[in-house]
């Protein structure tokens, strides 16, 4: 079974920077990609970052793009969102997720991080 387990989060001031891992901790498996989603309080999970495991191809929300950057190592099948300039809006709940098919969605989700950007 696959587990997904994030690390990294935590609180930090406005401008700061956080390093977020998300390692697999269950079986070994070969997505097709990996994503980094969040969810503040009172909202609904949005989209932040995901990357194709085979190119290193990314993709970004507008409001990180610049700031953050995803990133994945194969050889230790973990995937990070190096998060720089935080603001208090990107405080949220963090959670990275894996797909197996293209277009089919994510199958895996860890359990989150929260990550806490005071102003």
């Known amino acids: 079974q696959v587990q997904l387990v994030e690390s990294g989060g935590g609180l930090v001031q406005a401008g700061g920077s956080l390093r977020l891992s998300c390692a697999n901790s269950?079986?070994?498996?070969?997505?097709?990609?990996m994503g980094w989603f969040r969810q503040a309080p009172g909202k609904e999970r949005e989209f932040v970052a995901r990357?194709?495991?085979?190119?290193?191809?990314?993709t970004y929300t507008d409001s990180v793009k610049g700031r953050f950057t995803i990133s994945r190592d194969n050889v230790k099948s973990t995937v990070y969102l190096q998060m720089n300039s935080l603001k208090p809006e990107d405080t949220a709940v963090y959670y990275c997720?894996?797909?197996?098919?293209?277009?089919?969605?994510?199958?895996?989700w860890g359990q989150g991080t929260p990550v806490t950007v005071s102003s």
């Open positions: 997720a894996a797909g197996i098919i293209s277009g089919a969605g994510y199958d895996y």
């Open positions: 269950g079986r070994t498996f070969s997505p097709y990609a």
């Open positions: 990357i194709r495991w085979g190119t290193g191809s990314t």
